[in-house]
């Protein structure tokens, strides 16, 4: 079990040139080391085997997935777990493995997902620890036991990130029917949509944007005691994160692409979410089966970015950085997120330039 450490200065700048490698970049790469002459590739996909996560809930972070996860699991039969913080990781792993034994792959792909899950994050304000490897209790001796035993034309990355969600749901405390749909919120996971949509290409995304200087303005106040990142910082990476979002989101269909904002989430959270249930497919708990959102978000609760996720909606924060954020500061950061912020407001017809 490892402990989290709070990045140096060096280790945030390189966190910050890692965001902005394109993503192609890094997929070409790993396909290149992965090549082994006489190597036998394992196949992507398996026939007929559906996407799980069968969506993803994407955005720069900060922009309510915890919230929507709530209120999705709240009212309808659909899972998703915790943030799992190493996917993109865990992704790029069975990129570079895919011309190696099966038993090699699975080995890598289980060695890595421990390895990003099994670090203890305390929260500086109540001193709570939390471990997500704890929370999903899952046995990776199980999992890799279960996976080398597959007959051959079972067999697929797809697969192994299948089989990894489906324990999740297995261990957790839900319940689950049959029509139960697994889903992902996890906001690193807009660094790697092409990977994403690679390995599970009938998967559905929600694109969930908030005002850029709302989402620096609570990156700086929420998460700097435990990353160090500056405002500037969280300015970029809405950047980056929103830019990611609009290119997939011109790659697919608007039967598997939508996008939705945090203040219109916060305002009317029923009309948006019935909508968004629609648009996933999703049916709604049986009275004797709806959790309530303590439930939910026990685990979440631990992290001090989500400190008010165990509270009613509000749409009280939706403005709150416009008196946090003086002039001066303001005109740094709108020229940080203009460009993007156009680009949005071109292509969603949400616009965000006031008071930038």
């Not at 007929?48 to 996860?69: D, E, K, M």
């Not at 799992?84 to 090699?104: A, D, E, F, M, N």
């Not at 990355?157 to 089989?163: A, E, F, P, V």
């Not at 944007?209 to 160090?228: C, D, E, Q």
């Amino acid at each position: 079990m490892e402990e989290y450490k709070r990045p140096n200065g060096w280790m945030r700048s390189a966190i910050r040139i890692r965001q902005n490698v394109p993503e192609q970049a890094l997929f070409a790469a790993d396909t290149i080391t992965s090549f082994r002459w006489g190597g036998q590739k394992i196949p992507l996909s398996s026939d007929g085997l559906a996407s799980a996560p069968a969506y993803f809930i994407v955005s720069s972070g900060r922009s309510g997935n915890t919230l929507l996860r709530r209120l999705l699991m709240e009212r309808f039969d659909t899972f998703i777990p915790p943030e799992i913080p190493g996917l993109g990781r865990c992704l790029r792993v069975l990129t570079k493995s895919r011309y190696r034994p099966w038993h090699v792959c699975v080995d890598s792909l289980v060695g890595q997902f421990v390895k990003s899950a099994d670090i203890s994050v305390k929260n500086p304000e109540s001193g709570e620890i939390y471990n997500l490897l704890d929370e999903l209790e899952i046995d990776p001796v199980q999992m890799r036991a279960e996976l080398a035993a597959l007959p051959a034309d079972q067999r697929s990355l797809q697969r192994i990130l299948t089989s990894l969600y489906g324990a999740m749901l297995e261990k957790s405390s839900y319940s689950n029917t049959k029509s139960t749909i697994i889903g992902d919120k996890t906001p690193w996971n807009a660094f790697y949509l092409m990977h994403i949509n690679r390995y599970l290409p009938d998967s559905k995304f929600i694109h969930l944007v908030r005002h850029p200087l709302a989402v620096a303005y609570s990156y700086n106040t929420g998460l700097s005691a435990i990353t160090g990142g500056s405002i500037e910082d969280g300015a970029r990476r809405w950047v980056t994160a929103v830019s990611r979002c609009l290119a997939l989101q011109n790659q697919k269909s608007s039967a598997s692409f939508s996008t939705v904002s945090y203040e219109s989430l916060t305002e009317e959270p029923e009309n948006q979410v019935q909508s968004l249930s629609t648009f996933l497919s999703l049916t709604r708990h049986a009275t004797k089966n709806r959790k309530t959102w303590t439930e939910i978000t026990t685990s979440d609760s631990k992290l001090i970015q989500h400190k008010r996720i165990n509270q009613p909606v509000d749409s009280s924060s939706v403005e709150k950085w416009k008196c946090a954020i003086d002039p001066q500061l303001r005109s740094r950061l709108g020229a940080i997120v203009l460009p993007t912020v156009e680009q949005l407001a071109r292509e969603t017809n949400i616009d965000y330039s006031d008071a930038l």
